[in-house]
């Protein structure tokens, strides 16, 4: 359940996402056009003609407006169906285990109850709570009615008495006055807080709703020949749609980064995975290494083709794990070293299908691992990386700069960092094949292959080496 629920949110982050870069383009094109417009308008072009394409913009922007009004109607009926499902749950477990106090409820209504009947129930209390709330509400209005009241006829009672005196109502004037102005702060400070609390979602709607407003009063300021008027209104237009633009490019560097952080943590499952099962494999291979070649039999032989099949497991688990990357498509280095973890693995299988269970299996199975760890470590960092990130960017209350969307999953240093050791790694085992081949515990012959594939390594981690230059550079 929890991996069908897993894989229906990855779905929806990823059709959110289509989704909301399409209205970014069409806003941007309402935006270019709204712009073309206002500069035909400067420069003097026909009213008459400005005014149809005014109001085709218009045309544009509402059945833009429309179609996001109807998607946030459809995610707020979502999210309030999973709260209702989730109460429910509550509700339903606190009933279970509330079966004695539900028993005893309808004593209540008698007017005799003990002590522990006379407590509320969660769910009670909450009820209580909110229909006591109104009868204070309701009182509490009324005295402040009365004190109104009273205070009002002392207020006249002054006031008339200084209209006799022959003093002028001065100081109504400045009550009134001061009443009206405490109620625009009060009506502004209402504004913000609620602009505050809109959605990045909410808020783009709202300003695209502004901006259609504005191309409505000037499309009648083109019908009224206001040239002046309408242009300053369709520049209002344009910083309303830019503003719309910001807050979905908001949303998508959002769905993008919750994307990562599931990325990121799957990626370390499988990995982790993947070192279990090969910490495994290399253990039982140095065990079965250790049986002298004079008493190894058609036992031995079965042995590892055991480990030959557990390998194999290991094989197709690489395979998955390289399948995310390609997916993703962000990262250069990391494919490339999943895709050697990979190639090592089938090699090692084939090695332990033939029985052979030396040092050189061995070694490759060690750097097997230890390209595994790495990039568990590697990932690790990554996802602290973004977790920073994100606190950084709510502390500030501001999004980094950048294209949105295409921030990638592993961030250039730590890909730097994995080629890095990926070139100690290609080093460390040219000095352990020399060695081998000094101390004459296997042929040339049976090396050959294996630094054929470090030469072809070599010559892969040159190439991921300069298009990540060439990336970083454009």
Do not use: H, W
């Not at 028993?103 to 009947?117: I, L, R, V, Y």
């Not at 495994?280 to 055991?306: C, I, W």
């Not at 498509?329 to 033939?354: C, H, K, T, W, Y």
Request: aromatic letters at 2%; a negative charge.
């Amino acid at each position: 359940m929890k991996l069908l629920t897993s894989e229906d949110r990855a779905n929806r982050i990823r059709d959110e996402k289509e989704r909301v870069a399409q209205m970014i383009k069409d806003l941007k094109r309402i935006e270019r056009s709204q712009r073309s417009t206002r500069a035909r308008t400067e420069n003097g072009a026909d009213m008459q003609q400005l005014g149809k394409e005014q109001k085709s913009l218009r045309d544009r922007g509402e059945d833009l407006q429309r179609e996001m009004s109807e998607e946030n109607e459809f995610d707020n009926a979502d999210s309030s169906d999973s709260e209702s499902s989730d109460s429910e749950s509550s509700d339903n477990s606190a009933e279970e285990n509330s079966n004695d106090e539900q028993s005893d409820a309808s004593g209540e209504e008698s007017g005799e109850k003990s002590p522990s009947e006379s407590e509320p129930k969660p769910g009670e209390e909450s009820d209580q709570d909110s229909s006591g709330e109104p009868k204070s509400s309701e009182s509490d209005s009324k005295d402040l009615e009365q004190q109104s009241q009273q205070g009002e006829e002392g207020q006249q009672g002054e006031q008339s008495k200084q209209s006799q005196q022959g003093k002028p109502g001065q100081q109504g004037e400045q009550s009134q006055q001061g009443e009206k102005g405490e109620q625009g702060q009060e009506g502004e400070q209402g504004q913000q807080s609620q602009q505050s609390q809109q959605s990045p979602q909410q808020a783009a709607e709202q300003k695209l709703q502004d901006a259609i407003q504005k191309m409505r009063q000037a499309e009648k300021e083109l019908e009224e020949a206001k040239r002046d008027e309408a242009v300053e209104q369709q520049i209002a237009a344009e910083e309303n749609l830019r503003q719309a633009i910001d807050q979905l490019e908001q949303i998508l560097r959002q769905l993008r980064e919750e994307e990562m952080q599931r990325e990121l943590a799957r990626l370390e499952s499988r990995l982790k995975k993947m070192a279990a099962m090969q910490s495994k494999v290399l253990e039982d291979t140095a065990q079965l290494a250790e049986t002298p070649k004079s008493q190894r039999n058609r036992q031995t032989d079965l042995r590892a083709g055991d480990l030959s099949f557990e390998q194999k497991k290991i094989t197709v688990e690489a395979d998955r794990a390289m399948l995310l990357l390609r997916e993703e498509g962000s990262s250069v280095a990391f494919p490339e070293v999943v895709e050697q973890i990979r190639n090592d693995s089938d090699r090692i299988a084939q090695r332990l299908g033939n029985s052979q269970i030396d040092a050189v299996t061995q070694g490759i199975q060690q750097d097997v691992l230890a390209a595994i760890e790495e990039m568990i470590t590697a990932l690790q960092q990554a996802q602290r990386d973004l977790e920073k990130q994100k606190q950084q960017e709510g502390q500030s209350g501001q999004q980094q700069a950048g294209q949105p969307g295409e921030q990638p999953l592993v961030g250039a240093i730590s890909e730097l960092k994995l080629i890095r050791t990926m070139e100690k790694r290609i080093q460390t085992t040219t000095q352990r094949y020399s060695g081998l081949l000094q101390s004459d515990e296997t042929s040339a012959q049976d090396l050959l292959p294996m630094l054929k594939n470090l030469s072809e390594r070599q010559d892969r981690l040159y190439k991921i080496t300069r298009d990540l230059l060439m990336r970083r550079n454009q």
